[in-house]
């Protein structure tokens, strides 16, 4: 079993709005040192897989298929075996 | 492989004697009522059960002996109070279907979601009439706005409202809104929905017929919102944020799947589906057993069969979940198949977890064992209190001589007033509502009434949501009879005759006698009004407990009116039409 | 020949779309978004809404439901496509046009009555306007329109701006509302003419969109 | 400075509405090696300070803040060091 963690945000030439936003009210938290805020999703996937690198190449294909619009996003990814679920 | 679970985190011994039940918000007088009827010491999960169904939320043991007083007859009532909705005959074979709900507290927790699920659970009561819901409003009390913490708990229910209602897809098209600082650290959040439908297939939640199948219908059950319906008949205290059970989160898109499976259903299966209930507050325990206990029926039900999303949950939290987008169906037996499929269709999960009985008990089993069996009539039927009331000391001790506003510069104060945040419009809550969704609505946010046609017809319904709650806390019978006076004067603004209202009744802790008194005097008024207008109240919802650090909110009897306008042509609007027009003042 | 409303699962206009479109009196159908084939129809009309709950992205999982093949295919073939509001979210991302749409730029829903220009009154979803300015329903929370230099240049080129607002409430680049495809028969905009075609309800100006269609009786026949 | 990279998921008892219509359709695109997903957020926040403890400290306080909703949410988060920006 493997455990993929992906990270989605906008490509960088697209302004992220919510970000702004998120900034924004920082700053009137008194969190002034924040100097930029980038808003994304962030999936946890589990894999019921042996090979890591199979997982890897389903992990790319599906990103890119389903996950991210490739018009405006873009992602990374960490893979970690995971323990196998004892039931 | 089936790991076993210990369903009784506690013997019967200990809940005794470490009083757990008193942590569950029963009292010393309800659990030695529990033990003698049953002629033993309640288990882990009888105990859970009592202490939802005879909590104020489930059971209205302390609002029920006055709510009796309501009226609620006259030609057009199909239904009165006691079901999931009210609904009203408006002629030609069709009904209009509508009812209140509050979700204060959750609200106040966790504002997006609290907002969401309470039109989540609003909209289910319509449609488990069989009815398709048609319009949803919304009436808000907030602090006034001084912080940013109050400015992003109004934001989150705003979007909280828009994310379920734009997304299930019944407009949202009116409502009210009022600031006042005796909402602070309890917000009002009410929401009201109408439905339509023909008479011919009315739904009631009941169940009967022994060996009639339960059938369970939506989500998976999980450990969300366990005891929300004890947390809703308590007091908030700024201490104990930490204490609040798991917020539920609704799931908008899996309800619309849901809502018109149900309505289908219910058109296509009219001898097969023969009762209906939403699981609200309590879950799959409140709506099986006041479906057996209205049915005169008893229930009997398989908990491993629950549909499950955690695993391991014992059945005090399989019984006492409220997570959200489930319904409760009663089938015709032998014929559950054609339910099954239906909903199958709509790739939703329905299954038997259960049958109605003759016995009257209301059994369940878990793991091949029994783990409760009690009396149905006992477990729905909380003992009522009939509770000191007296006239609050603000009222005894209200100076003679009435307040008199010195106003020197009229324009002045007119410009003041308008720029109120409570009369300024409020354009910048409702425009994330889409009021429009599916097209029906003739007036929309912004007039006095919302008023929405009914397609194929000449007909059309109105719609408005109404209460000043300073005039209920200075007068709670004059300012609850000013609420109805003028939710009727938005509906007749707006071409209709008012026919029915539903209503919230938001107050404090009703122990106080003083606001025992303000509830008992706002229903008087209410209902002195009703009789006058010729509008039934068909069904309502009662919020208790509304107080923070002891301090009550401003009592607040929302009232939700309805109005029927038999040609289109007669709809009113509020603008100006054309220069030239007289203007006329009318009343005193 | 018959129009089919798709329905997706979490569609909400669904029916908004067929009143509609019989109101002008096509055979119009609705049609199941498992339904592969579409084979049979000349104009397909994918309604607004929150289809399988606009998770992840508008439009995102939709554009795999088994419909949307008989979508392209008739894309293809050159028949009519229209995509409002969710629909147009899953035309973009089904890539049946360009661009992409994303979040309100300032965020959160908005519905409301919009002022639009008729940035091209010669397609065949804007022939029938008489007028260069037009109001209509806004009701979404991710209309903020977004293509790239090069894409946004060869929209211009080929004339496929349809609409634009005159105060943009979402921020979508160029003001754009509604384009077409370069064929020019698959078409999609946020705004809702289909909420705007009976008088009862304060607003004929979706009228005239369905008038241009049924303008193109090469493309479309009529029920009776 | 610093960037906060920031995960936020709901508690583990929170239905996650999106992760099942995601994990679904995975499936129906034939991934059926997928066996659970969860959706959640990311955020990139920059913080100008020179001093790591600091940012920690500041990353947690505004993640419980404002980032998330402490009756459903739970957040982790890395930090590591940016080159200065050249501007
Ligand atoms: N929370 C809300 N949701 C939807 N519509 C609202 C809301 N609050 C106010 N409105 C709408 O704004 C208009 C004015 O509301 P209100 O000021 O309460 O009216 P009035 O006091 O004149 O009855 C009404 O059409 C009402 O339905």
Redesign the interface.
Known sequence: MYLAKIYVTYKKSILDPQGEVVKSALHRLSYTNVEAVTCGKYFEIKLDTTDKAAAAKEVEAFSDELLININMESFTYDLSELAEAVD | MLTKVNPEPKTAVQIQTEKIYADWGLTEREYEIIKTRLGRLPNYTETGLFSAMWSEHASYKKSQPLLRSFWSKNERVLQGPGENAGILDIGDGQAVVFKAESHNHPSQVEPYQGAATGVGGILRDIFAMGAQPIAVLDSLRFPEVTDDKTRSLIDGVIAGIAGYGNSIGIPTVGGDVYFDDSYRGNLLCNVMAVGLMNHSIIKVGQARGAGNSVIYVGAKTGRDGINGASFASAEFSSEKAAQRSAVQVGDPFMEKLVMDATIKAVKDLPDIVLGIQDMGAAGILSSSSEMGEKGHSGIELNLDRVPVRETGMIPYELMLSESQERMLLVAAKGQEQRVIDLYKDFGLDAVVIGKVTDDGRYRLTFQGETVADVDINLLTKAPSSELPSQLPAHIAEAEQTQFQPVVKDPAEMFLKMLASPTIASKKAFYRHFDSMVRSDTVLRPGSDAAVLRIRGTKKALAMTTDVNSRYVYLDPYEGSRMAMAEAARNIVASGAIPIGITDCLNFGNPDDPEIYYELKESIAGLNQMAKKLNTPVISGNVSLYNETDHQAIYPTPMVGMVGLIEDNRQITSVPFKRAGDLIYLIGQ | MRAAVINF??S??V??MY??LKDFRLDAEIVDANQENLDGFSAIFLP???S??????TG??AR?APAMKGVAKAAKDGRLVVGICNGFQIL??AGLLP??L???????????EITLNVANPDSIFSSAYDKLQITL?I?H?AG?Y???AQTLASLKAHQQIIFTYEDNPN?SLDDIAGIVNQAGNVFGMMP?P??AV?S???NTDGRAFFQSILQRKDLLTHAD
């Open positions: 699962p979490g909400n206009c029916l908004d009143y509609a607004g809404g929150f399988y709950g606009d998770y992840l992205r995102a999982i795999f973009t991302e661009g992409a994303r979040e309100n730029a300032k965020p959160g829903f908005i519905c409301d329903p009701a929370g903020n977004y293509a790239d921020g809702h289909e909420r009976d009862l309800l304060g």
